[in-house]
C-alpha cells in the first residue's frame, strides 16, 4: 500500500468528518450552549432583581415598622392620657359627691340642732311654767297664757 494513497485517503475522511461535524454536529452544540448561556444569564439577571426587590421590600417592612412602633407609641401615650383623664373626673366625681354627702350631713346636724333648741325650748317652757306654778303656788293656765309662753319660747 501505498503511503500518499493512505494519507489522501485519511485528509478526505478528515475532511469529510469535519464537514460532518461542522454541518449536522456543531450548530445543536451551539446552540445549547449559547441557550444554557442566555438560561445562565437571565437567572443571574432576575436574582439581581429579586435582590434588589427584596432591598426595597425590607426597606418598606422597616418603615412600616417604624410607623407601626410610632403609632403603638402614639396609641399607648394616648391611652395613658385617658386613664388619667379618668382618674382625674373620678376624683373630681368622688369630691363632688363628698361634698354634698358632707353638706347634707351638716344640713341634717342643723336640722338636729334646731329641733333640739326647739325640745329645749319647750321643756325650759314647761320646766318654767312648773317653777312658776310652785313659786305662785297655784296652777297656771297654758291656754290662757299662751301669748306670754310662746314670747318666753323664742326668748330662749
Do not use: C, Y
Request: glycine letters at 2%; hydrophobic letters at 45%; proline letters at 1%.
Amino acid at each position: 500500500m501505498n503511503i500518499n494513497a493512505t494519507l489522501f485517503l485519511q485528509a478526505i475522511v478528515f475532511a469529510i468528518l469535519v464537514w460532518f461535524t461542522t454541518r449536522f454536529i456543531w450548530p445543536p452544540l451551539t446552540k445549547a450552549l449559547d441557550e444554557r448561556a442566555r438560561k445562565i444569564a437571565d437567572g443571574l439577571a432576575a436574582a439581581d432583581k429579586a435582590k434588589s426587590e427584596l432591598a426595597v421590600t425590607n426597606k418598606r417592612v422597616e418603615e412600616q415598622l417604624a410607623q407601626t412602633r410610632e403609632e403603638s407609641t402614639k396609641r399607648i401615650a394616648d391611652a395613658e392620657k385617658r386613664a388619667q383623664a379618668i382618674v382625674e373626673d373620678a376624683k373630681k366625681r368622688a369630691e363632688d359627691e363628698g361634698a354634698k354627702i358632707i353638706a347634707a350631713a351638716k344640713a341634717d346636724a342643723e336640722q338636729q340642732v334646731v329641733r333640739a333648741r326647739e325640745s329645749l325650748r319647750e321643756q325650759v317652757a314647761t320646766l318654767a311654767v312648773k317653777g312658776a306654778e310652785q313659786i305662785l303656788q297655784r296652777e297656771v293656765n297654758a291656754g290662757v297664757h299662751a301669748e306670754l309662753l310662746n314670747r318666753l319660747q323664742t326668748e330662749l
